[in-house]
């Protein structure tokens, strides 16, 4: 075999960085476009995306971007096994692969009906009418079955979709890892509910100002390893974290000032999101081995630091004083322990995004099951509320009361985001098991956290998870930070300690 000229690595990853530059043109005008543009600018706005995804997408499925793949596949380094050059090589393959497999008319069909039928899940979810967004979700399913089809799987159409989120991963091996944690964590919630009364709450429904509330979020996000000086916190309807270049790595949040506290789990979750961006290693910025392992272990990163660090005794025992004194009323007559056990009240609830720790999961299974039927045609569209609610009775033992709290609540497969669900849970269960590897690790992290020391656990994540960009397949990185392959036992370990513990179960 012939091998490619000593720059054929040099040169795909330039054309790599040119796209991503482009790229991040649009997520530099979506920030601004949620945070500051005024609403006579999204005309103008919409046709400058549309003109620079047109750019992105023509370079992402050139035949110049096809052959500098093919050239660099016979270099040396693209030989080596799980190298730097492969890890490029197979990512950059796989998205080449499936753009060119689908077929113009139906990305621009799927884009039209996604952007129809945002519009009307949004009605349908306001007039609590499953109705209304019916024939839109049909053709949505429809045309995601097509796209799977286009680009291709071995088992089940769902692999083709879920591979653009979570590489690696199949419908077969996610329902393999998911299947005992189901039956545990089912039993888990339903010894909590029986088990009465549960921990007081309702001083988390006390108000605080915007503005201390600000101040006591910047002051944690800061400790535990979000670097302002390469990012910012701006005001936004939805949350989000947005990176649009390699030192520029930006969180949204929105205070309720009503409930002192939720605004800074929304904080801490977005800074661990950014401080996973600004970990990645800045010198492979646009390429692959700079980019986040996957969704599932970005959100890893997220919940690590918002439930396993932000929701233990040992942080609050750290940030109590510091809560006293930005929110001096409401945190009036409250004990670190009851504040410690009022951040995870469990109470099975009919939304997901309202869902404490221990039911989460559960909120992911009834999607990822469904979402399996509808791909596979086990499933029709119109069935869905029924199904929807048959399966929340046997997880919870509750009724949706109407669509909105049921079947309608989610935005994601309005966006033809199917596929999208499992990352959380997959992030819940990657973060479990890196957090108990830290904790093997560095000693007593407990301790550590007590005292605002952040430093050695941000350092273990930057060195076994974040420098490796994505080097590694999502399991395949979990295993070597960890030693130990991906399963369920080191999640539930810590939801059956946290809350049998709290509960006295
Ligand atoms: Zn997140």
């Not at 910047?218 to 005001?235: Q, T």
Request: charged fraction near 25%; proline fraction near 5%.
């Amino acid at each position: 075999m012939a091998h490619a000229s000593s720059d054929a690595l040099p040169a795909l990853r330039s054309y790599l960085r040119t796209t991503a530059e482009i790229a991040s043109c649009s997520s530099l005008l979506e920030w601004d476009l949620e945070t500051y543009m005024p609403a006579t600018g999204a005309e103008h706005r919409g046709r400058q995306l549309e003109l620079l995804a047109g750019f992105v997408h023509d370079r992402a499925t050139s035949g110049q971007l096809g052959e500098l793949i093919e050239e660099a596949a016979r270099t040396p380094e693209a030989q080596e096994e799980e190298s730097p050059a492969a890890a490029d090589l197979r990512e950059t393959r796989r998205e080449y692969d499936r753009q060119r497999k689908l077929p113009r008319r139906l990305v621009e069909e799927l884009a039209k009906l996604t952007a129809e039928g945002r519009m009307a899940w949004v009605a349908a979810k306001r007039a609590n009418d499953f109705g209304l967004f019916r024939p839109f979700l049909e053709r949505i399913v429809a045309l995601k079955r097509e796209e799977a089809a286009a680009v291709g799987y071995e088992d089940h159409p769902y692999d083709a979709l879920l591979g653009y989120y979570e590489p690696g991963e199949t419908a077969a091996g996610l329902s393999k890892l998911f299947a005992p944690l189901r039956d545990r964590l089912a039993d888990l919630v339903r010894r909590v509910v029986a088990r009465s009364p549960a921990p007081l709450d309702d001083f988390l429904a006390r108000g605080a100002p915007a503005a201390a509330q600000e101040a006591f979020s910047r002051k944690v996000a800061a400790e535990i390893g979000y670097d302002f000086a390469a990012g910012r916190l701006d005001l936004t309807a939805h949350p989000f974290c947005s990176t649009p270049g390699p030192s520029d790595s930006r969180l949204t949040t929105r205070w309720n000032e009503a409930a002192f506290l939720d605004g800074f789990y929304s904080v801490l979750h977005e800074a661990g999101h950014g401080i996973y961006e600004q970990g990645l290693p800045k010198e492979a910025w646009g390429t692959p081995c700079g980019q986040a392992a996957s969704y599932g272990v970005h959100e890893s990163q997220s919940r690590l630091w918002e439930n396993f660090v932000g929701r233990s005794l040992p942080f609050w025992r750290r940030y109590a004083p510091l809560a006293r004194e930005c929110f001096p009323s409401a945190m009036r007559g409250v004990s670190v322990e009851a504040l410690h056990a009022s951040v995870n009240v469990v109470q099975p609830s009919f939304i997901r995004i309202e869902a404490d720790e221990a039911t989460y999961n559960l909120h992911i299974f009834l999607r990822f099951e469904l979402e399996l039927a509808m791909l596979s045609g086990d499933l029709a569209a119109a069935d869905l509320p029924g199904a929807w609610n048959e399966a929340f009775r046997g997880m919870f033992d509750l009724t949706p009361p109407d669509d909105a709290r049921g079947c309608l609540q989610d935005i994601h497969w309005s966006m033809g985001s199917v596929g999208y669900f499992p990352t959380y849970t997959l992030g819940n269960l990657y973060a479990a098991q890196l957090y108990a590897a830290a904790r093997r690790e560095l000693g007593d992290l407990d301790t550590r956290v007590a005292r605002g020391e952040f430093a050695p656990l941000l350092q273990w994540l930057r060195e076994r998870v974040h420098r490796h960009g994505k080097r590694y397949l999502p399991r395949r990185l979990v295993e070597l930070a960890t030693g130990e392959a991906l399963d369920s036992s080191a999640l539930l370990r810590h939801l059956e300690g946290r809350f049998s513990e709290l509960y006295g179960i």
